[in-house]
């Protein structure tokens, strides 16, 4: 169904034809716009903003873009076309036909799985809403915001799924998720990831990176779900997050162009030369790296989940691209786990192929993790240079899991307690890191000019110029 911009709420459900429903987000879309006013990106409320918009959800064409000044995005309801033949992919009911309505056995579930999802949407708006003000260019002023409104969309997405399959309490939980705010003391988002602040440009692009990353796959888990109306949610958004972690990629990757240029003008890779010269030395890079990463992996969960295992058995939530196993049911199968003893050495344990999507789901993640970094490092060695950026071990610095807590190196060898506490300065960021970083976040809101830590794109937004006036201030 193509979608409608005629309702107050652009939509491709038909909308219109469900009164209650109609009536209900329309009540929600004012408390969504005052949290937007009130929590999303301060200060460039005014600005004219070289937006793109959905406009169908199929694969070609479905962006139009223009100047829209973001208080006025038409936030909507898309959802991917239905497909009448689909069939259950997975789990104890492979090959049944899915569920346009939800069963009750599952309605907690669902619900905790859908507002889990619906609370990072807002939670990363908030967490990026200074950003604005140090942007490097008018370019990357553009892609934030079109980031922002995006994870805005992803919001009304799970919002749309609570108000129309789940009722009374689907409502509340619609409220509640503008009422929880990143970082807040007493009401945190749900996720510890979404409540660290973003408040310099590199961990933006670390973040685009490495956590809209963990968003893709959760999606993608998500779009194999049995309940069909939220597969078809999640398959539409997986076509937004793709370009949140362009934004990541090619920053990433613009940042490391620059400072390898300055290293060539310079002759050196002496990173404190390379800081004079207002560049991001290759070591600071790889311990913001270090730090997404590994804040990044615990959002998969534990290594053992019999939560995981009855997601997967009951067909709730699958795994990425299902369709690439060739065992559907699971049910025999195992995995091995390489665990901490508690002696500071590691042994193995084997347990049911269910029980472990959440770390299948965590593997497929780091592999594609690993394609920017190969990306990246052909940059450095092009250029000349033996260092090289590399993903730290899943079990480092982890809070979630078997390996929560277990002290270990970047390659995750077990190590003592007082030797991480010695180390950890030369592996994550450290109060003097973030200083020197912040110390380059000036905005540069003039057109055509670039900030001197940072490479310019190769092309520019729609084949328009890297110079264009993709930010126009009033
Ligand atoms: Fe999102
Ligand atoms: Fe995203």
């Given at each position: 169904m193509s979608i409608n911009y005629q309702d107050r709420i652009p939509n491709n459900v038909d909308l219109g034809s469900n009164r209650t429903l109609q009536r209900a987000l329309e009540h929600w879309q004012p408390e969504f716009l005052k949290w937007w006013q009130d929590l999303g990106p301060r200060d460039f409320q005014v600005a004219n903003v070289y937006l793109r918009t959905a406009t169908s959800v199929d694969a070609k064409g479905w962006a139009t873009y223009g100047f829209v000044h973001m208080p006025d995005y038409r936030w909507g309801i898309f959802l991917a076309d239905r497909d009448p033949e689909r069939r259950i992919g997975f789990g104890d009911n492979y090959g049944q036909e899915v569920w346009q309505q939800i069963p009750g056995e599952f309605r907690a579930i669902l619900r905790r799985l859908i507002v889990t999802q619906g609370d990072t949407e807002p939670a990363s708006v908030e967490q990026q809403r200074m950003l604005g003000h140090t942007a490097p260019s008018l370019y990357d002023l553009r892609n934030l915001f079109q980031v922002n409104v995006e994870e805005g969309r992803h919001l009304w997405a799970m919002v749309y799924l609570l108000h129309a399959y789940f009722g009374r309490d689907g409502r509340e939980e619609a409220e509640e998720l503008l009422e929880r705010h990143s970082g807040d003391a007493n009401k945190p988002r749900i996720l510890g990831t979404f409540n660290e602040p973003i408040s310099d440009w590199l961990s933006f692009f670390m973040f685009t990176y490495f956590t809209d990353r963990d968003g893709k796959f959760q999606l993608k888990s998500l779009a194999e779900s049995s309940f069909d109306p939220l597969a078809r949610t999640c398959s539409f958004m997986l076509t937004e997050e793709a370009h949140h972690m362009?934004?990541?990629?090619?920053?990433?990757?613009?940042?490391?162009?620059?400072?390898?240029?300055?290293?060539?003008?310079?002759?050196?890779?002496?990173?404190?030369?390379?800081?004079?010269?207002?560049?991001?030395?290759?070591?600071?890079?790889?311990?913001?790296?270090?730090?997404?990463?590994?804040?990044?992996?615990?959002?998969?969960?534990?290594?053992?989940?019999?939560?995981?295992?009855?997601?997967?058995?009951?067909?709730?939530?699958?795994?990425?691209?299902?369709?690439?196993?060739?065992?559907?049911?699971?049910?025999?199968?195992?995995?091995?786990?390489?665990?901490?003893?508690?002696?500071?050495?590691?042994?193995?344990?084997?347990?049911?192929?269910?029980?472990?999507?959440?770390?299948?789901?965590?593997?497929?993640?780091?592999?594609?993790?690993?394609?920017?970094?190969?990306r990246w490092n052909r940059l450095i060695e092009k250029a000349g240079y033996s260092f090289r950026l590399s993903l730290p071990s899943t079990r480092f610095r982890r809070n979630i899991g078997s390996w929560a807590g277990v002290p270990t190196d970047l390659t995750g060898r077990p190590i003592l307690p007082e030797q991480f506490n010695s180390t950890i300065g030369e592996w994550l960021p450290s109060d003097s890191d973030r200083a020197y970083i912040m110390s380059l976040m000036h905005g540069v809101h003039e057109q055509g000019k670039m900030a001197a830590w940072i490479a310019p794109p190769d092309r520019g937004i729609n084949n328009n110029p890297v110079d264009y006036e993709y930010v126009k201030m009033h």
């Amino acid at each position: 169904m193509s979608i409608n911009y005629q309702d107050r709420i652009p939509n491709n459900v038909d909308l219109g034809s469900n009164r209650t429903l109609q009536r209900a987000l329309e009540h929600w879309q004012p408390e969504f716009l005052k949290w937007w006013q009130d929590l999303g990106p301060r200060d460039f409320q005014v600005a004219n903003v070289y937006l793109r918009t959905a406009t169908s959800v199929d694969a070609k064409g479905w962006a139009t873009y223009g100047f829209v000044h973001m208080p006025d995005y038409r936030w909507g309801i898309f959802l991917a076309d239905r497909d009448p033949e689909r069939r259950i992919g997975f789990g104890d009911n492979y090959g049944q036909e899915v569920w346009q309505q939800i069963p009750g056995e599952f309605r907690a579930i669902l619900r905790r799985l859908i507002v889990t999802q619906g609370d990072t949407e807002p939670a990363s708006v908030e967490q990026q809403r200074m950003l604005g003000h140090t942007a490097p260019s008018l370019y990357d002023l553009r892609n934030l915001f079109q980031v922002n409104v995006e994870e805005g969309r992803h919001l009304w997405a799970m919002v749309y799924l609570l108000h129309a399959y789940f009722g009374r309490d689907g409502r509340e939980e619609a409220e509640e998720l503008l009422e929880r705010h990143s970082g807040d003391a007493n009401k945190p988002r749900i996720l510890g990831t979404f409540n660290e602040p973003i408040s310099d440009w590199l961990s933006f692009f670390m973040f685009t990176y490495f956590t809209d990353r963990d968003g893709k796959f959760q999606l993608k888990s998500l779009a194999e779900s049995s309940f069909d109306p939220l597969a078809r949610t999640c398959s539409f958004m997986l076509t937004e997050e793709a370009h949140h972690m362009f934004v990541g990629d090619t920053g990433i990757n613009r940042v490391v162009r620059r400072t390898l240029e300055v290293m060539k003008e310079l002759g050196t890779e002496d990173p404190l030369a390379v800081r004079n010269a207002g560049a991001i030395d290759l070591p600071t890079v790889q311990k913001y790296l270090n730090f997404w990463f590994s804040s990044s992996l615990d959002l998969f969960g534990s290594e053992t989940s019999s939560n995981a295992a009855s997601y997967f058995a009951n067909g709730l939530k699958g795994r990425p691209d299902e369709a690439q196993y060739e065992d559907h049911i699971a049910a025999e199968q195992a995995f091995t786990l390489e665990l901490p003893d508690g002696n500071g050495s590691t042994k193995t344990e084997q347990i049911p192929m269910r029980n472990a999507m959440n770390e299948v789901t965590r593997g497929s993640y780091v592999r594609d993790c690993e394609l920017g970094l190969k990306r990246w490092n052909r940059l450095i060695e092009k250029a000349g240079y033996s260092f090289r950026l590399s993903l730290p071990s899943t079990r480092f610095r982890r809070n979630i899991g078997s390996w929560a807590g277990v002290p270990t190196d970047l390659t995750g060898r077990p190590i003592l307690p007082e030797q991480f506490n010695s180390t950890i300065g030369e592996w994550l960021p450290s109060d003097s890191d973030r200083a020197y970083i912040m110390s380059l976040m000036h905005g540069v809101h003039e057109q055509g000019k670039m900030a001197a830590w940072i490479a310019p794109p190769d092309r520019g937004i729609n084949n328009n110029p890297v110079d264009y006036e993709y930010v126009k201030m009033h």
